[in-house]
């Protein structure tokens, strides 16, 4: 009789997990895995909106400096129209003091056009800034360097038309003659791999 309930005993304590008592496991973990996951993932992609802030600065920063240049290397000191041959000024009021003065840069030398340094602190008008490409390290305006390991800075400009046709891309006038009208593109590449684009107009007034 004693080796009976000896025997019923040592069944009773062998057996496994009821199948409640899996499902509640299961439960239990996946509660704990929905908590987890979204906090080990915010973890993981914290820097990211400082990445991309650096990189929108970066962006901003240089149209900012773009944009506060002449037009041309042979705009007036004060601004005025010269001669591409778009202006309204320029075919039907060729006399008046605001008519165009010089000729425009042709498109086949859009960059820079400085004398030797050509260094961005010499910079004087929109289109020296043309194929400017940076990655890694960078310099403001005033040669100042800072190194920014996984950025790409890059800078296009071209002539687009600026009479009857809408500006887009659509009118790129990139291997044409000079018009009234350039597109600024500054294009910056995170470490993220992601790309923003600033554009901008400037125009022959």
Request: glycine share 6%; charged share 20%.
């Amino acid at each position: 009789m004693e080796a009976e309930i000896f025997t019923k005993k040592t069944s009773h304590h062998s057996r496994g997990f009821t199948l409640i008592e899996i499902v509640i496991t299961i439960v239990i973990l996946g509660t704990v895995a929905g908590i987890l996951v979204p906090f080990f993932s915010a973890i993981t992609h914290s820097p990211d909106p400082v990445i991309r802030e650096r990189a929108i600065s970066l962006g901003q920063a240089m149209m900012d400096e773009i944009m506060a240049k002449r037009w041309d290397e042979n705009s007036p000191m004060g601004g005025g129209p010269i001669c591409t041959g778009e202006s309204p000024n320029q075919v039907t009021r060729p006399t008046l003091i605001d008519a165009c003065v010089t000729t425009a840069t042709p498109t086949a030398n859009l960059g820079p056009n400085e004398t030797i340094p050509e260094i961005r602190i010499n910079f004087d008008d929109v289109d020296d800034y043309n194929g400017i490409d940076e990655t890694d390290n960078f310099t403001d305006q005033n040669g100042a360097a800072s190194n920014l390991p996984g950025y790409r800075r890059q800078v296009a400009v071209r002539y687009i038309a600026s009479t009857t046709n809408t500006i887009d891309q659509t009118t790129d006038n990139a291997g044409g003659n000079t018009t009234d009208t350039k597109l600024v593109v500054v294009t910056i590449t995170s470490p993220l791999s992601e790309i923003f684009r600033f554009v901008a107009v400037s125009c022959n007034i």
